[in-house]
């Protein structure tokens, strides 16, 4: 924020469909904070009010109706502009964000720290993200408020009727009984008949998403899960940086988009890739399964009856959990609504939180994650698994000249080269253990931590009591005994003894340590070959328990 932000008076203009609202005299807090309201897309300023809690900062007012703006005339709202010395202009109808004078510059992509008290060190953060559609004019001239857009308004409507109703499932059905009686299946062999299964599969989903259609205006269906997806990205992060810095997370209203036709995001995209791969797939057992019963059946017939088995299987599949995680429902509901899906997390005006982990594995560390040990910690897909078939149409990536590039970068980076594996890709532990390497053979001694003595102070930034390095180590260690075909009651009875340890303290700490490590000794018997990491974890407790 300027040095000057207390004393310098902005004039902001507000322009929808309705009216026109003036501010003639603000404190520049408030003036920006009313430009980050357009990382929204609100249609208009009723909507925008919506929103201010998303914004605010303890810089600027708690209601939005304490700003004191004033219907006006629009010339006379630019003969206002004309002599202020610093204004801030947003058109909402138009999609455009003006500004000028000596206030804070305004990127497309802004983090602004404001401090609502000089004598305060405390820092609210406020993040302005303009969705791609939006023009951004800097530095600009009172007359460019009357000119018409540069370009058009480049965004795009979505008709989720389409892309999750009928048809849908009409096509994907269609695709699927017409592939199937193309096929004489009773020659292939059990392998031919799966491989061919999934030839097809990858060639129905492309082909849904790649076809144009009347309904969707001569678009493909794959034009209507690009445009958005990083600016989406950037709004729910900005939203978590806010969390980070002590604000509440804050959804968009429920009602915020009653058509349901606004942007997807990565997030949904994701969901979408995985309903609809789950449709095909689930469609061909179907069709195995009722083979004879619908033998007699024309195909139109088919048709009618294995649509409505879609219908049914996605009904299902979008109120189930989805990979360990909560239910795609539920996280495209927190997408579209803006906010980050954080374990345990439960925001305000959602009825079921964004995120779960299930631990039903062997691992310290998400005991310790589910304990609440490491704060929040919010969750997102990369959509990394979208590229696994090779497919433009499946891709993050919005044009192909971009998916090309991608792929040529990949290749010059890990093409045809293993050594980004590294030295210590493979464990090797069996062999190890069979050929009786001493221990110098052994190092270093994990695979995937950092050695202690490279790590500043010895320990990983913000974990004093070591409890998080000791975690690492014993997840590793925990793979590698099942590596060794340990029993599961060697693994669980090593994992309680240090979930006890951890949670101790004073004299049962040092009693329940022992224990963790006695534990630890006795592995090194069966398993000769762990006995250098054994040791290094027993150091590390006797370690962490001086430093208590």
Same mark, same amino acid.
């Given at each position: 924020?300027?040095?000057?932000?207390?004393?310098?008076?902005?004039?902001?203009?507000?322009?929808?469909?309705?009216?026109?609202?003036?501010?003639?005299?603000?404190?520049?807090?408030?003036?920006?904070?009313?430009?980050?309201?357009?990382?929204?897309?609100?249609?208009?300023?009723?909507?925008?009010? %919506?929103?201010?809690?998303?914004?605010?900062?303890?810089?600027?007012?708690?209601?939005?109706?304490?700003?004191?703006?004033?219907? #006006?005339?629009?010339? =006379?709202?630019?003969?206002?502009?004309?002599?202020?010395?610093?204004?801030?202009?947003?058109?909402?109808?138009?999609?455009?964000?003006?500004?000028?004078?000596?206030?804070?510059?305004?990127?497309?992509?802004?983090?602004?720290?404001?401090?609502? =008290?000089?004598?305060?060190?405390?820092?609210?953060?406020?993040?302005?993200?303009?969705?791609?559609?939006?023009?951004?004019?800097?530095?600009?001239?009172?007359?460019?408020?009357?000119?018409?857009?540069?370009?058009?308004?480049?965004?795009?409507?979505?008709? %989720?009727?389409?892309?999750?109703?009928?048809?849908?499932?009409?096509?994907?059905?269609?695709?699927?009984?017409?592939?199937?009686?193309?096929?004489?299946?009773?020659?292939?062999?059990?392998?031919?008949?799966?491989?061919?299964?999934?030839?097809?599969?990858?060639?129905? /989903?492309?082909?849904?998403?790649?076809?144009?259609?009347?309904?969707?205006?001569?678009?493909?269906?794959?034009?209507?899960? /690009?445009?958005?997806?990083?600016?989406? $990205?950037?709004?729910?992060?900005?939203?978590?940086?806010?969390?980070?810095?002590?604000?509440?997370?804050?959804?968009?209203?429920?009602?915020?988009?009653?058509?349901?036709?606004?942007?997807?995001?990565?997030?949904?995209?994701?969901?979408?890739?995985?309903?609809?791969?789950?449709? #095909?797939?689930?469609?061909?057992?179907?069709?195995?399964?009722?083979?004879?019963?619908?033998?007699?059946?024309?195909?139109?017939?088919?048709?009618?009856?294995?649509?409505?088995?879609?219908?049914?299987?996605?009904?299902?599949?979008?109120?189930?959990?989805?990979?360990?995680?909560?239910?795609?429902?539920?996280?495209?509901?927190?997408?579209?609504?803006? #906010?980050?899906?954080?374990?345990?997390?439960?925001? $305000?005006?959602?009825?079921?939180?964004?995120?779960?982990?299930?631990?039903?594995?062997?691992?310290?560390?998400?005991?310790?994650?589910?304990?609440?040990?490491?704060?929040?910690?919010?969750?997102?897909?990369?959509?990394?698994?979208?590229?696994? $078939?090779?497919?433009?149409?499946?891709?993050?990536?919005?044009?192909?000249?971009?998916?090309?590039?991608? /792929?040529?970068?990949?290749?010059?980076?890990?093409?045809?080269?293993?050594?980004?594996?590294?030295? =210590?890709?493979?464990?090797?532990?069996?062999?190890?253990?069979?050929?009786?390497? =001493?221990?110098?053979?052994?190092?270093?001694?994990?695979?995937?931590?950092?050695?202690?003595?490279?790590?500043?102070?010895?320990?990983?930034?913000?974990?004093?009591?070591?409890?998080?390095?000791?975690?690492?180590?014993?997840?590793?260690?925990?793979?590698?005994?099942?590596?060794?075909?340990?029993?599961?009651?060697?693994?669980?009875?090593?994992?309680?003894?240090?979930?006890?340890?951890?949670?101790?303290?004073?004299?049962?700490?040092?009693?329940?340590?022992?224990?963790?490590?006695?534990?630890?000794?006795?592995?090194?018997?069966?398993?000769?070959?762990?006995?250098?990491?054994?040791?290094?974890?027993?150091?590390?407790?006797?370690?962490?328990?001086?430093?208590?």
């Amino acid at each position: 924020m300027n040095d000057s932000a207390q004393n310098l008076n902005v004039s902001v203009l507000i322009i929808d469909h309705k009216q026109c609202l003036l501010a003639d005299s603000i404190q520049e807090d408030w003036a920006i904070t009313i430009a980050a309201l357009a990382s929204e897309d609100p249609e208009d300023w009723a909507a925008a009010t %919506r929103v201010w809690p998303r914004y605010r900062t303890p810089a600027v007012c708690q209601d939005s109706s304490e700003i004191p703006f004033e219907v #006006v005339d629009l010339a =006379d709202a630019i003969e206002t502009l004309r002599g202020a010395p610093a204004w801030v202009a947003i058109d909402l109808t138009s999609k455009r964000l003006f500004y000028t004078g000596d206030i804070i510059p305004l990127e497309p992509d802004s983090f602004i720290n404001t401090n609502p =008290d000089e004598e305060s060190d405390d820092e609210w953060l406020l993040v302005i993200h303009l969705p791609p559609w939006w023009e951004l004019h800097a530095d600009a001239y009172v007359g460019a408020i009357l000119q018409p857009r540069e370009s058009k308004i480049p965004k795009r409507v979505i008709n %989720r009727n389409v892309l999750y109703g009928t048809p849908l499932w009409l096509d994907l059905a269609t695709r699927l009984i017409d592939a199937d009686e193309q096929q004489d299946w009773m020659s292939y062999t059990a392998k031919s008949f799966t491989e061919k299964q999934h030839q097809l599969t990858i060639e129905i /989903h492309r082909d849904w998403l790649m076809a144009p259609r009347e309904d969707l205006g001569g678009r493909m269906p794959r034009e209507l899960l /690009h445009g958005s997806i990083s600016w989406l $990205d950037k709004v729910i992060e900005g939203q978590g940086h806010r969390f980070d810095r002590g604000a509440p997370l804050t959804g968009l209203p429920k009602d915020w988009d009653p058509a349901n036709t606004g942007p997807v995001g990565r997030s949904e995209m994701c969901m979408y890739f995985a309903l609809c791969r789950t449709l #095909v797939t689930t469609g061909w057992a179907v069709l195995n399964e009722k083979r004879e019963d619908w033998a007699s059946r024309n195909r139109d017939e088919k048709i009618a009856l294995l649509t409505t088995d879609l219908a049914n299987i996605q009904s299902g599949w979008m109120n189930s959990n989805y990979d360990d995680d909560v239910a795609p429902k539920i996280v495209i509901e927190y997408e579209q609504r803006r #906010v980050p899906r954080g374990q345990g997390l439960t925001v $305000d005006g959602f009825d079921k939180p964004g995120a779960i982990h299930e631990t039903n594995c062997d691992c310290p560390i998400c005991e310790m994650m589910n304990d609440g040990l490491f704060g929040t910690g919010f969750i997102s897909y990369d959509g990394y698994n979208l590229e696994m $078939d090779n497919e433009f149409a499946f891709s993050m990536y919005e044009t192909r000249e971009e998916w090309e590039r991608g /792929h040529m970068a990949y290749e010059d980076d890990f093409g045809m080269s293993d050594d980004w594996l590294g030295d =210590d890709s493979d464990d090797g532990l069996e062999d190890e253990a069979d050929e009786g390497l =001493d221990d110098d053979d052994l190092k270093p001694v994990w695979t995937g931590i950092q050695p202690r003595d490279e790590l500043p102070g010895g320990q990983l930034p913000g974990d004093s009591s070591g409890q998080l390095l000791m975690a690492f180590m014993l997840s590793e260690l925990t793979g590698n005994l099942q590596g060794n075909n340990a029993s599961q009651l060697e693994i669980d009875l090593l994992n309680q003894a240090f979930k006890a340890m951890r949670k101790s303290s004073g004299q049962d700490r040092s009693q329940l340590a022992a224990s963790f490590k006695n534990k630890l000794e006795e592995l090194t018997v069966k398993y000769p070959a762990l006995t250098p990491k054994i040791a290094d974890l027993q150091s590390m407790i006797d370690e962490s328990g001086r430093n208590l």
